[in-house]
């Protein structure tokens, strides 16, 4: 089902999603994304008219405290600021040669040949503009997707997922600067305050294409992948083949979502947490296994997926020196683009799925954007909290395989734009 047949009968609804048990919100033709809009911020102006001061700005406190899932790595001191990047007109040849690396600490392996390979995840390193950047890969052959982790997370986030798309994909799980094991520059000095970005990360992941993969791909993202992945096929639109967004943040605290009454708090708190001594011990107190065991425990809604392993992965890369400022930057970043002003303009297809137990962000208002052009579909993953790449694997990935089958009729890209 194309964006062109999007609206087609409910029979062709039901021989595409029927067999996955999920429930389809099919938006009606006449529906336009502006009213589809407008209803959201007529649904967030009244729960706010409900709520007393107070009671936001607890809710704030206590959403920056449940965000806090930190991965940052080292603090390089290297002079870097992004520049405007301009993608050439090029044709993506097929690369043969893969060198594997263990999961956890990049230790060479084996070389190995596309051809006689067994499926493997290899880990690699690339140096992107001067930073090393972590990347996993598995698979040889079909359309090529790269998986987006969200805030706090890492590649390792996609362990489930990797293997079984591996099998009908060239899969490849990235590391966005500043998380997993990735490099993590400090801001202050390297003299760029505003480093840490969506314009950061989206232009990382589209050079990732270009100098990686040397193919177009499909974005896979989860949290705020998902603005990544929207921001990224905007800027590059040559570059994505499509998206499927996995309960992408709302950005609930950016700066145009809060009550101009509560705007001076969150800056002071912001403030606070960036220019005192009181961000480092928030951070120390929530950088250890028992809180975030708790803050898992909270997004998931099977609390027995919270392993350990699961809890190392998140927090091995938040205990390298440097997190805490890593951490305090991004938490400090209350600009930037929100899915509702991206999902308007970028001309990719859009799924997009939904844990609908997911506490951070509301199904209700993640609703709404079913009715933007560029969506598909909207799928809801009953009893699966935010992050269902990991909590509910066999729910997501058939889902991937079946929109990507879709939509990669395509070969590599002949002509791109520039």
């Not at 939904?354 to 933007?372: A, L, M, Q, S, T």
Request: with cysteine.
């Amino acid at each position: 089902m194309g964006l062109h047949d999007k609206h087609s009968s409910e029979s062709k609804k039901e021989l595409l999603w029927g067999g996955f048990g999920f429930e389809s919100s099919k938006r009606h033709p006449k529906h336009h994304h502006r009213n589809g809009w407008r209803e959201l911020r007529q649904k967030e102006n009244e729960k706010k008219k409900k709520k007393s001061r107070l009671s936001v700005e607890v809710e704030l406190l206590i959403r920056l405290a449940t965000m806090a899932l930190p991965s940052i790595t080292t603090t390089l001191t290297l002079s870097h600021r992004p520049t405007p990047f301009s993608y050439p007109k090029i044709h993506f040849p097929q690369s043969n040669g893969v060198v594997a690396f263990s999961s956890f600490n990049n230790r060479i392996v084996s070389k190995l040949n596309n051809q006689t390979a067994e499926l493997q995840v290899q880990t690699r390193m690339w140096n992107w503009r001067g930073y090393s950047i972590r990347y996993q890969h598995s698979g040889n052959d079909g359309p090529a997707l790269v998986l987006v982790h969200g805030f706090g997370a890492n590649s390792d986030h996609w362990r489930k997922n990797i293997p079984a798309l591996a099998k009908s994909h060239r899969v490849y799980s990235i590391d966005l600067i500043g998380y997993g094991y990735s490099d993590k520059p400090n801001p202050r000095q390297i003299g760029d305050d505003s480093f840490y970005t969506f314009d950061t990360w989206a232009s990382q992941l589209n050079e990732f294409c270009l100098d990686v993969i040397k193919d177009e791909a499909f974005f896979i993202c989860n949290s705020i992948g998902g603005v990544v992945g929207l921001q990224a096929a905007l800027v590059a639109p040559q570059i994505c083949r499509g998206i499927v967004l996995l309960n992408i943040s709302l950005r609930m605290l950016h700066i145009k979502k809060q009550p101009w009454y509560g705007r001076p708090f969150i800056r002071s708190f912001q403030r606070l947490l960036r220019d005192t001594a009181a961000g480092k011990f928030f951070f120390k107190a929530i950088a250890t296994k028992e809180s975030v065991r708790n803050i898992l425990c909270q997004c998931y809604h099977d609390t027995s997926k919270v392993t350990d392993e699961l809890v190392q992965i998140i927090l091995s890369p938040g205990l390298e020196p440097g997190a805490a400022e890593v951490f305090l930057e991004f938490i400090c970043y209350s600009g930037g683009p929100l899915p509702e002003e991206l999902l308007p303009q970028v001309k990719c297809p859009v799924l997009i799925a939904w844990g609908d137990k997911d506490p951070w962000e509301p199904i209700e208002i993640g609703r709404n954007y079913r009715n933007f052009d560029s969506v598909e579909d909207f799928i809801v993953l009953p009893n699966v909290g935010h992050c269902p790449q990991d909590e509910a694997p066999d729910l997501v990935n058939p889902l991937v395989e079946s929109f990507v089958a879709r939509h990669a009729k395509s070969s590599s890209i002949t002509s791109p734009v520039s």
